[in-house]
T-cell receptor
Framework: GDSVTQMEGPVTLSEEAFLTINCTYT??????LFWYVQYPGEGLQLLLK?????DKGSNKGFEATYRKETTSFHLEKGSVQVSDSAVYFC???????????????FGQGTTLQVKP | DSGVTQTPKHLITATGQRVTLRCSPR?????VYWYQQSLDQGLQFLIQ???????AKGNILERFSAQQFPDLHSELNLSSLELGDSALYFC?????????????FGPGTRLTVL
């Protein structure tokens, strides 16, 4: 079945450092890919998405490119801030045929801690 | 604020009991999803409703059931509760129950089974 694998955390960075969180997926169809963020004590918020190969999603300085050849959707940010400290989830949603229900399959989440 | 409301925020109960979690989707959203977040299983999809009808089912236990009412709010019923059911339960809604559409998540209901 479809699955998502994220790099294990926690990831600890200093403010203004470069961030990469790796995400790879397995899907039989044509998934849409997402990054969600969960701040402490809150629900999930959509950070960015990409719906087809070579699409780049971006928001608040974060970027991720849908790479079909490597089945990856790595999250990057050029300069992290303390306020970026949160748990980041990579997810997919299968768009093919009867699987096109919108249900999200999540990776295990990566905790990011940014120190001043 | 995502516009999705969930009640109660916290629920503490005993093994063997039954509880009901409630979700109100964003205005205009027809689809509701339920997810379970636990330390050992991570975030897992449970079930989806679209305009009152069940559309997709995930790893939802037979002890769990859900429904979506004509006003589009949804309830998740958990019965014969076990310690392992302790988790954060999220509801999400989207305008259309298809892939690629943004899902808005509620703040969650934290269930503790003692």
């Amino acid at each position: 079945g479809d699955s998502v694998t994220q790099m294990e955390g926690p990831v600890t960075l200093s403010e203004e450092a470069f961030l990469t969180i790796n995400c790879t997926y397995t899907a039989t169809g044509y998934p849409s890919l997402f990054w969600y963020v969960q701040y402490p004590g809150e629900g999930l918020q959509l950070l960015l998405k990409a719906t087809k190969a070579d699409d780049k999603g971006s928001n608040k300085g974060f970027e991720a490119t849908y790479r079909k050849e490597t089945t990856s959707f790595h999250l990057e940010k050029g300069s992290v801030q303390v306020s970026d400290s949160a748990v980041y989830f990579c997810a997919l949603s299968d768009r093919s045929g009867s699987s096109n229900t919108g249900k999200l399959i999540f990776g295990q989440g990566t905790t990011l801690q940014v120190k001043p | 604020d995502s516009g999705v409301t969930q009640t109660p925020k916290h629920l503490i109960t005993a093994t063997g009991q039954r509880v009901t979690l409630r979700c109100s989707p964003r205005s205009g959203d027809l689809s509701v999803y339920w997810y379970q977040q636990s330390l050992d299983q991570g975030l897992q999809f449970l079930i989806q409703y679209y305009n009152g009808e069940e559309r997709a089912k995930g790893n939802i236990l037979e002890r769990f059931s859900a429904q979506q009412f004509p006003d589009l709010h949804s309830e998740l019923n958990l019965s014969s509760l076990e310690l392992g059911d302790s988790a954060l339960y999220f509801c999400a809604s989207s305008v259309d129950g298809l892939a690629g559409f943004k899902q808005f998540f509620g703040p969650g209901t934290r269930l503790t089974v003692l």
